[in-house]
Every structure is written in structure tokens, then in C-alpha cells.
């Protein structure tokens, strides 16, 4: 490393690995929890002709009042709330990151967890805490209530469901851990879409809640479109760390369409959990595998005799891509995750796996 770089750059940088994505090739893709199915053609071309009509010459609106009012009314966000929308979640967690980052101060998050939350922590200066779960993946209340009391976090994230292990954590636990934080706490609906289960409506009980939600798992991954719902007290101050012209003309234009063709979305979601459940019936059957219920669009499972690695090279040499999980110590050890796919992907990974398994077990 330069001496130029070693002057400039923050040590606890330095120490970082870059995220990594894995390109997929010309693999059945399974890794990244998209949704697998586009929209009906007909629907396609009426997108195409609101994209012919959108004035590319021109900046995009800096406050998207109409996409905002759409999300209040379609995702039921109550009216005494603002909205606030970022170049996906990512963005939003950068945002709440940096205004909470005052010296000394920390972010929480049960592990395992989304990635991001100690990521981003680290870019933005804050002390990361990361408390286990149980090994059930639920949260470990003594230890939650233990490390909220002696590190007092200026921001708490908890994804709901969870991400990577897909549970819903207990509501009660929630609502205590809500009770006791002395600063906010961001529940991370993410995989709403498929989980009968939301927060929004405690908005109303909880001043220091907020709720972020993602367009991606509802199908539109490629927009990078996110939003928080909260407090007019709290989306103020974030807000004055928002760029301005976040979310391209494109973006606001496709996603106010998409919000105008809701029930597609709704049907999709419909779908693919139908398509879970007949997923972990089939992986039930399988040998050597131990599985982890699921309110989300994948599905978590551990191999046995410490042969996720194994498992996880002989699908990528079937050009079939999954989420490796089970290098790392700790509760997902020797586990995979792959996502719910399309009839066609999720027959090619049951009769891979069901392949693999039956050579080892």
C-alpha cells in the first residue's frame, strides 16, 4: 500500500473486502433472492410507451410527490407519515448510518443478518454490535436486552423477516426491543411481499420506528429503488443527507407505473410461495439436509458431516448458482440458501441436489 493511500485513506477501510457479487454466467441463477418471472407482454409494451414519453433532457422530480402518494396508498403507509425514497434500501441504511454516526455512537443488529447493516457502520464510523440469535434463529432477548443496555445504539436494524435465514422473529420480542431502544430502530421489510406479517401500522405507536421497504423483491431489482416510512421528526433529518436527483426520471416513471399494475406484483408473490412451500416439501425428502422455515422468497438449509462446500461446487459445476453461506463460523455453518425460482430453475436444483445428496448420504 502507498504511503499516499496509507495517509488518505481510513485504516478500517483498508482492512475492508469490497462486497462481492458473483457473476452468474450463463448459470440457472438462484444467489440473490430475485424475483423470477417478468412481466406479462402486454404490459411490457404499456411500460415501453410511458418510457418513450419520459423528458430525459430535463432532471428528474427532486421530491417525487406523485410516486410518494401511490406508495402511501398501495402499500398502505399511515397518512401522518412521510416517505422517503433512496437509490435502493442500501442507500437509505448509508443515509440513516451517517446522520446517527456522532463520535462514539453504535449500530446494532442481530447476526446472523443483512450484510449491509455492519458494511455500511463501518463507512460511516459507527461502533458495529452484532448480537446472536439463538440457534433457532430467533432473537436472544437477554442478550438483546443486555447489549441495548450497555452500548445504548443510536440506530437498531432488524430485518423482517429475516435476511439470511428467512424467519419472522416474534412480535413480542419486536415490540420490546422497540421499548427499550433509546434511539431508532429500522425494521427491514425487505421481503415483505411474501410474509403475511408488517409493522407499518405500528408507525403509529413508536415515534423512534421507522420502516424501510425495497422494490426489488416485488420484481423490479434493476429500478435500485427503496423507502423508509417514519416520522416526519426523523425523515427531516435524513433527508437533509439525501442527494438531490437520487432516483432517475426513469426510476420515478417506471415505478409509479409498476405501483399503477400492482395486483401483477401481488399474483407473482402469490405464486412464488406457493412454490416455496412446494420447494421444502421436496427438499424434506431429501438425506443430509436440515431445513429452516421460511416467510421469504429462499430458503435456508444446512448439510450434514460439514459437506456444504461440496455440495455447493457440485451444483456450481451443474451451472446452477446458490448462496454459499457455510464458510463462515458460527450458526450458518454449513449452510446454503437458494432462492425460490421459476418451475423450470426449481426442477433443475431438486434433481441436482437430489443427485449430490444421494452420492454423500
Not at 396508498?73 to 437509505?92: A, C, F, R, W, Y
Not at 432462492?339 to 441436482?352: K, Q
Amino acid at each position: 500500500m502507498s504511503r499516499h493511500i496509507h495517509h488518505a485513506i481510513r485504516p478500517e477501510i483498508t482492512e475492508l473486502q469490497a462486497y462481492h457479487v458473483p457473476s452468474p454466467g450463463d448459470m440457472i441463477k438462484l444467489d440473490a433472492m430475485e424475483n423470477p418471472y417478468c412481466w406479462p407482454e402486454s404490459i411490457q409494451q404499456a411500460w415501453l410507451n410511458v418510457m418513450a414519453q419520459v423528458p430525459l433532457n430535463r432532471y428528474p422530480s427532486a421530491d417525487a410527490t406523485e410516486l410518494k402518494a401511490m406508495i402511501q396508498q398501495t402499500m398502505h403507509v399511515p397518512g401522518s407519515k412521510s416517505i422517503m425514497l433512496g437509490n435502493g434500501s442500501d442507500e437509505l441504511i448509508q443515509i440513516i448510518a451517517l446522520a446517527c454516526a456522532k463520535p462514539g455512537a453504535c449500530l446494532l443488529a442481530p447476526e446472523p443478518g443483512f450484510a449491509m447493516y455492519k458494511l455500511i457502520a463501518t463507512y460511516a464510523g459507527l461502533t458495529y454490535v452484532g448480537v446472536p440469535l439463538t440457534p433457532q434463529y430467533e432473537l436472544d432477548m437477554p442478550k438483546m436486552r443486555e447489549a441495548i443496555n450497555e452500548h445504548q445504539p443510536a440506530v437498531t436494524f432488524l430485518a423482517y423477516p429475516n435476511n439470511p435465514t428467512g424467519n419472522l422473529f416474534k412480535q413480542d420480542d419486536i415490540h420490546e426491543v422497540i421499548q427499550i431502544s433509546p434511539g431508532a430502530v429500522v425494521l427491514d421489510e425487505a421481503y415483505h411481499p411474501f410474509a403475511n406479517s408488517s409493522f407499518m401500522d405500528a408507525l403509529n405507536t413508536y415515534e423512534h420506528l421507522l420502516v424501510m421497504r425495497t422494490f426489488s423483491k416485488m420484481g423490479l431489482a434493476g429500478l435500485r429503488l427503496g423507502l423508509l416510512c417514519g416520522d416526519d421528526t426523523w425523515v427531516e433529518q435524513f433527508e437533509k443527507l439525501r442527494m438531490p436527483y437520487n432516483l432517475s426520471t426513469l426510476t420515478q416513471a417506471s415505478a409509479l407505473f409498476a405501483l399503477q399494475h400492482h395486483n401483477v406484483f401481488a399474483e407473482q408473490a402469490e405464486r412464488i410461495c406457493k412454490t416455496r412451500e412446494h420447494l421444502l416439501a421436496e427438499l424434506k425428502t431429501m438425506p443430509g439436509i436440515s431445513l429452516f422455515p421460511s416467510a421469504a422468497n429462499f430458503v435456508l438449509f444446512k448439510v450434514a458431516q460439514e459437506q456444504s462446500q461440496v455440495v455447493f461446487k457440485q451444483l456450481l459445476e451443474q451451472k446452477i448458482l446458490i448462496r454459499n453461506l457455510g464458510t463462515a463460523p458460527g450458526l450458518l455453518k454449513d449452510c446454503l440458501r437458494v432462492t425460490v425460482g421459476n418451475d423450470d430453475e426449481n426442477r433443475a436444483f431438486l434433481a441436482a441436489l437430489r443427485g449430490i445428496l444421494a452420492q454423500l448420504f
